[in-house]
């Protein structure tokens, strides 16, 4: 089955800054990656995915790019709030429908 | 359109003990799951089903039973809780087809003692 790797675990930004998280997957047929955000006690929510047929795409601050050829794709925050500390998941769908997600990153962006 | 519901919120269980985790959802969606969430090990996927009276495994679905008589819901059984399953789980919906977005429930947070 597809393997989701994720780094780093944690991460430490000033506010400002900015944050880059990097996935990588095994599984070269996958086809969709999204991003989740965790806030503290709450539930993952979608903040941008992207689909295997394009390279990047960017929402306002953040942004995400995929090497289809070197299977990793990484989420790039700009100008880093507090409001953006949280856990990050990274995803990766394989062509049987499932999601599997990376171990999770710790961002703090320190005020 | 309250979205995915789960409860309880939170469990306290003896080894040994069983429990049922609730899971409705109202968006009229096919696809229904169950993750739990350790730390360092990320979400895994327990169970999943792609429709009313379907159901399949996923990652890590030893010492779990799941059922799907209904479209709405999904309820994720433990026969004979261990500690090992000391976790927090989540529920998530989505169309079968067309959007990949994933609903998350709040969340439920058992303990086995």
């Known amino acids: 089955g597809e393997n989701v790797e994720q780094h780093p675990s944690t991460l430490s930004v000033q506010e400002g800054d900015s944050a880059v998280i990097k996935c990588t997957y095994s599984?070269?047929?996958?086809?969709?990656f999204p991003w989740y955000k965790q806030e503290l006690g709450k539930r993952p929510q979608l903040i941008i995915d992207i689909r295997s047929n394009v390279g990047e795409k960017k929402d306002q601050r953040i942004a995400v790019t995929l090497n289809k050829t070197a299977k990793h794709f990484s989420l790039h925050i700009t100008e880093t709030q507090p409001e953006d500390s949280a856990v990050y998941f990274c995803?990766?769908?394989?062509?049987?429908?499932?999601?599997?997600f990376g171990t999770g990153t710790s961002l703090t962006v320190i005020p | 359109n309250a979205g995915v519901t789960q409860t309880p919120k939170f469990q306290v269980l003896k080894t040994g003990q069983s429990m049922t985790l609730q899971c409705a959802q109202d968006?009229?969606?096919?696809?229904m799951s169950w993750y739990r969430q350790d730390p360092g090990m990320g979400l895994r996927l327990i169970h999943y089903?792609?429709?009313?009276?379907?159901?399949d495994q996923g990652e890590v679905p030893n010492g779990y039973n799941v059922s799907r008589s209904t479209t709405e819901d999904f309820p994720l059984r433990l026969l004979s809780a261990a500690p090992s399953q000391t976790s927090v789980y989540f529920c998530?919906?989505?169309?079968?087809?067309?959007?990949?977005?994933?609903?998350f429930g709040a969340g439920s947070r058992l303990t086995v003692l």
């Open positions: 089903s792609v429709g009313a009276g379907i159901t």
């Open positions: 599984d070269s047929a996958s086809n969709y």
């Open positions: 998530a919906s989505r169309e079968q087809n067309g959007a990949n977005v994933l609903t």
């Open positions: 995803a990766a769908r394989d062509t049987g429908n499932q999601f599997y």
């Open positions: 968006m009229n969606h096919e696809y």
